[in-house]
């Protein structure tokens, strides 16, 4: 059932634009996605009802079947119905289709998601389709990273020696903290890209020491041209 629900998630999109007009029976999508890992669920565009959700998706937000679909859906999107109402509009009006949103789980956890939502008709009423990916995990990740990012920089800034970082492929200058710029002079923007032949290598181009010769230097003594 997995394979199945994989390769409907594939074809979905594509099924759902070409039967936006024509009634699908509840029962069909509950046989696509009752067993798939995607989460799934479907909210009547006029209510704003929540009319199904898949069981990844009730595992995901910590609700059971008969709590979520009867849960107002703005609890879960954390937003107000007229703004949802917006969405939906825009939605059906194909201007959006994929859009980032913080859900709230029943814990009360808010979780980064995104949504890609296309419209259908399920028994005979107008309905937004949305298939729901946690990005919180790349999210944090992405945070962390950005955070050792500006740790490093404060500790590059604050060391008095002079600190130059080299692309290795074409060998320009991508940074420098600010004792190598004191040592330097001129601005940022005559430094920044230069290649370092024309500030801290004396060994023209094709003949870096430690890329091209494979040669360690520790300590050596460079003359900076400024």
């Known amino acids: 059932m997995k394979y199945f629900g994989v390769f409907c998630l594939v074809g979905i999109d594509q099924m759902i634009q070409n039967r936006k007009t024509e009634s699908l029976p509840l029962a069909a999508i509950r046989q696509i996605f009752d067993h798939s890992d995607a989460m799934v669920a479907v909210v009547d565009t006029d209510s704003l009802a929540l009319i199904y959700v898949n069981a990844a998706a009730q595992k995901f937000y910590g609700y059971t079947e008969q709590e979520i679909i009867s849960t107002d859906i703005v609890e879960i999107i954390n937003s107000t119905h007229d703004n949802y109402k917006a969405y939906i509009k825009k939605v059906l009006n ?133």
């Open 94 to 226: 194909s201007e959006v289709n994929k859009i980032k949103f913080k859900h709230k789980k029943k814990s009360g956890e808010l979780v980064s998601v995104i949504t890609q939502t296309s419209p259908i008709v399920v028994d005979g009423l107008s309905c937004i389709l949305s298939i729901i990916t946690d990005i919180s995990a790349s999210e944090r990740a992405e945070s962390e990273l950005q955070q050792q990012k500006e740790w490093l920089n404060s500790v590059l800034q604050a060391t008095l020696s002079g600190i130059f970082i080299i692309d290795k492929e074409d060998h320009s200058i991508v940074d420098l903290n600010r004792a190598a710029f004191k040592m330097i002079g001129g601005s940022l923007e005559s430094i920044i890209g230069k290649r370092c032949h024309s500030f801290i290598c004396p060994n023209r181009e094709g003949h870096c020491p430690i890329i091209d010769h494979r040669k360690t230097i520790i300590n050596e003594e460079r003359i900076i041209i400024t």
